[in-house]
C-alpha cells in the first residue's frame, strides 16, 4: 500500500523560509512521478514542483526561483521553500504519480494528508 507522509509545515512571515519533508512507502524516484501540489480549501489545487523518474524537475510558475524540489534518496522528497509570500499559504501535498505523468500529478496517483503552511505579511 502506497503512503506518503508529509512534515514541515508552519506558520511565517513573508519573507521567510520553510522546508517540507515527504517520506513515501511503496514508491520510488526510480518508478514515479514525485512531487508537491498545493490547495487552499475550495480552490483548486496547484501543481508546486516535481521531479519526473529521469530526473526531469518542473516547477509551477508562481514558485519559480524561490522552491526548490529535491530528493533525499529514493523515497524521501524535500520542497525549500525561500522568500515566502502570502499568497503561498495553502495546504501542501506531496504525490506520486506514473513515471512520465507529471502533469497529472494532482489528479492521478497518491498523495498524503497534506501539511498546512501559512505566510503572514
Known amino acids: 500500500q502506497v503512503r506518503l507522509v508529509e512534515s514541515g509545515g508552519g506558520s511565517v512571515q513573508a519573507g521567510g523560509s520553510l522546508r517540507l519533508s515527504c517520506v513515501g512507502s511503496?514508491?520510488?524516484?526510480?518508478?514515479?512521478?514525485l512531487g508537491w501540489f498545493r490547495q487552499i480549501p475550495g480552490k483548486q489545487r496547484e501543481g508546486v514542483a516535481a521531479?519526473?523518474?529521469?530526473?526531469?524537475i518542473t516547477y509551477g510558475d508562481s514558485v519559480k526561483g524561490r522552491f526548490t524540489i529535491a530528493l533525499h534518496n529514493a523515497s524521501t522528497l524535500l520542497l525549500e521553500m525561500s522568500n515566502l509570500k502570502p499568497e503561498d499559504t495553502a495546504w501542501y501535498y506531496c504525490?506520486?504519480?506514473?513515471?512520465?505523468?507529471?502533469?497529472?500529478?494532482?489528479?492521478?496517483?497518491?498523495w498524503g494528508l497534506g501539511t498546512q503552511v501559512t505566510v503572514s505579511s
Open positions: 511503496r514508491v520510488s524516484h526510480s518508478r514515479n512521478c
Open positions: 521531479i519526473d523518474s529521469d530526473e526531469t
Open positions: 504525490a506520486a504519480a506514473p513515471p512520465r505523468a507529471c502533469s497529472a500529478l494532482t489528479t492521478l496517483g497518491f
